[in-house]
Each structure stands twice: as C-alpha cells, then as structure tokens.
T-cell receptor, first 110, second 114 residues
C-alpha cells in the first residue's frame, strides 16, 4: 500500500546551520507530495508541495524536489532560524487518500 | 472568518461527561476529516466525510460519534471517554481530486480526559 517514511527525530541544529529532513514514499500512480509544519500548540500548515516529478516546491527558504527515480522528497533549508523549531510532516495524496509520515521534530538553538 | 475553525480549543472532561467538538470550514471544500494526534504517535485518521457522507471510519471506538450535517460543518460527539483518549483532535478539509489537492487543518482541540 501507499506510505510515507521520514527520518526519526529529534533533529537539533544551531542557528544558521543547513537542514535536511529525509522523506521517501511508496505509491501507485503519480501522487502529489507535501511538507507540512506544526508549530507548538497549533495545527498543521502546508509548507510546500510538488505535483509532478522534478517539480521543486519552495516556501520561506525551504525547498523540496519531487524525485521519482528515488521516490524521495527531502526537505532542505540553507540556514535555519530559531523560529523554524517545529515538527515537520511529509505527506502524499494518492487516489483521494492522504498519507503522512510520523513527523520529525526540529530544535534550533541560538 | 477564513480557513478551518475548531471549537473549543481546549476541553477538559470527566469519563462520564458528554461533550462535542465542532469544526467549520469556509473554503468550499467537499471533504472533511477528523484526525487524532497523541504524544509520540503518528497522526491517526479517524473519519472522512465526502459531500456529507461518511466514506472512512478507521475502526474508531463507538464512544466517538461523528456528525456532518452539511459540507461546511463537522462535529465529533464524545461520551464515556477514557484517559487514553486525551489528545489533540485535528479537523481538516480538502477539495481532493485523485492525486491533487491538499489538506487544510484547523488549530486543533486539545482534549484532556480525567
């Protein structure tokens, strides 16, 4: 069945460090891929998305590229800030169903 | 108001109480969802409604009873809950079509069962 696997956390970085959170997926067909972010005490917000192979989603300095050959959608940011501390979820939609990874907590220290 | 609104944001109830969570979406979407988020557990899909019809129920105990009177409103009625039901309950909506469309989430209702 369809599924999303993302790296276990927590990930702890110093401010201005480079961030990568790995995400791989299994899906029949051609899903759309998403990254959601959840700040403390809030719901999930869409961070970025990509709808077809080789698309790059980007928002707030975060980027992820839809790689069909490696079935991956890794999240990257060149220089993280303390305000990026949150839980990040990779997700996909396939045939009207959504699948989420287990979430990766990011802690950014000043 | 815009987006997905959930009330109440916080709820404390005893195991014998009956309460309800409310969700309203102002996005014109055709599908609404309830998710449960517990500490250190993956996000759990509970119920899905498409055009007011329930299309998914992921083996949720009967002490959780959803209601979807129209495409904009979704309720989760709670009765005789257990302490392990304490969690963040997230409502979401989408205009999902095949392999496109994204979920829009509310802020969540934090439930504590004593």
């Amino acid at each position: 069945g369809d599924s999303v696997t993302q790296m276990e956390g927590p990930v702890t970085l110093s401010e201005e460090a480079f961030l990568t959170i790995n995400c791989t997926y299994t899906a029949t067909g051609y899903p759309s891929l998403f990254w959601y972010v959840q700040y403390p005490g809030e719901g999930l917000q869409l961070l970025l998305k990509a709808t077809k192979a080789d698309d790059k989603g980007s928002n707030k300095g975060f980027e992820a590229t839809y790689r069909k050959e490696t079935t991956s959608f890794h999240l990257e940011k060149g220089s993280v800030q303390v305000s990026d501390s949150a839980v990040y979820f990779c997700a996909l939609i396939s045939f009207n169903k959504f699948y989420f990874g287990s979430g990766t907590k990011l802690n950014v220290k000043p | 108001e815009t987006g997905v609104t959930q009330t109440p944001r916080h709820l404390v109830m005893g195991m014998t109480n009956k309460k309800s969570l409310k969700c309203e979406q102002h996005l014109g979407h055709n599908a609404m969802y309830w998710y449960k988020q517990s500490a250190k557990k993956p996000l759990e899909l509970m119920f899905v409604y498409n055009f007011k019809e329930q299309t998914e129920n992921n083996s949720v105990p009967s002490r959780f009873s959803p209601e979807c009177p129209n495409s904009s409103h979704l309720f989760l009625h709670l009765h005789t809950l257990q302490p392990e039901d304490s969690a963040l309950y997230l409502c979401a909506s989408s205009q999902a079509q095949g392999n496109t469309g994204e979920l829009f989430f509310g802020e969540g209702s934090r439930l504590t069962v004593l």
